[in-house]
């Protein structure tokens, strides 16, 4: 079950497993944070976080992998300025 099942489920799930996912979750965003550097790392990684998992979440749900490609170009768009301008209409795949 992918993680992100889990955290989902954090409170139906007993104390002791909803704190092991919490901690993985913290030790993934104090990480990330340590990897991007700056003032505002740590918003940063919760963005970066959220992102790929919903972009893995979406790719599955549509059934193939431009889903979770769209996404992770939203976050080089937006850290970067760059116009990505390939989306699902121009790929012949609208969702």
Do not use: K, N
Request: hydrophobic share 45%; charged share 20%; with cysteine.
């Amino acid at each position: 079950m992918p993680l992100r099942c889990l955290g989902a489920e954090a409170g139906a799930l007993s104390p002791d497993v909803a704190g092991e996912i919490l901690s993985f979750f913290r030790r993934c965003i104090d990480d990330l944070s340590r990897r991007i550097g700056g003032p505002d790392a740590e918003a940063r990684a919760f963005h970066v976080m959220a992102t790929l998992e919903g972009g893995s979440m979406l790719a599955r749900v549509y059934g193939h992998i431009e889903a979770f490609d769209q996404a992770a170009a939203g976050l080089f768009q937006a850290w970067h300025g760059v116009d990505h301008r390939e989306t699902f209409e121009a790929q012949g795949s609208a969702p």
